[in-house]
């Protein structure tokens, strides 16, 4: 039973973590958006203040089903890996 229990703990860290990484990796995005947008804006000479007040009040781009499917791919790999990694050594 208290395995059970120490499990269900480590889910849900695991879950705060899955959060923290899909939240942190939204913000990132939208920075480079931005980035990409102002650099954009400066390369085709459309400085006036209305394009960069426009720029820097964008809000923050909602994070896509295909970015929150991609992320947790890469989580579902790592989480594989690092199992293998534990079966490897519990079997040494």
Known sequence: MADIAAQDIETRKADVR??????????LKAERETRE?????????ALSPEV??????????VV??????????????????????KQGRDAT
Do not use: F, K, M
């Open 52 to 61: 960069l007040e426009a720029i820097a009040n964008d809000p923050v781009p």
């Open 64 to 85: 896509s089903p295909d970015d929150i499917a991609a992320v947790e791919r890469v989580v579902t790999l790592d989480a594989h890996r690092r199992a293998r990694t």
């Open 37 to 45: 947008a102002l650099e954009y804006v400066i390369r085709h000479g």
């Open 18 to 27: 899955d959060r923290l990484i899909l939240a942190l990796y939204a913000q």
